[in-house]
Nanobody, 112 residues
Framework: QVELVESGGGLVQPGGSLRLSCTTSGFTFSDYYMGWYRQAPGKQRELVAMITRSGTTNYGDFVKGRFTVSRDNAKNTLYLQMNSLEPEDTAVYLC??????WGQGTQVTVSS
């Protein structure tokens, strides 16, 4: 049974940081490129970051160097370090394995 479970979301003030984790099971993590997407109310789902099997990364234009995606194949876990958060980053953040499998998401709210 494939599972992707996100954690680490929450309420943070503008300028703050969060580290999201996506713990996976039920598939061979190291065989998949992994990604983070986000979806805000009334908006389309958009790519935040992705990382290939070899560690090459790609980010949405809005990231502007604020976020870092990483993976630990030994722990079957994907991470997203988010710094300098802005209110516009408020969304549900979802983890995906090659867009074939998805987690349920974790809420990130940036507000003072």
């Amino acid at each position: 049974q494939v599972e992707l479970v996100e954690s680490g979301g929450g309420l943070v003030q503008p300028g703050g940081s969060l580290r999201l984790s996506c713990t996976t099971s039920g598939f061979t993590f190291s065989d998949y490129y992994m990604g983070w997407y986000r979806q805000a109310p009334g908006k389309q789902r958009e790519l935040v970051a992705m990382i290939t099997r070899s560690g090459t990364t790609n980010y949405g234009d809005f990231v502007k160097g604020r976020f870092t995606v990483s993976r630990d194949n030994a722990k079957n876990t994907l991470y997203l370090q988010m710094n300098s958060l802005e209110p516009e980053d408020t969304a549900v953040y979802l983890c995906t394995a090659a867009r074939a499998y998805w987690g349920q998401g974790t809420q990130v709210t940036v507000s003072s």
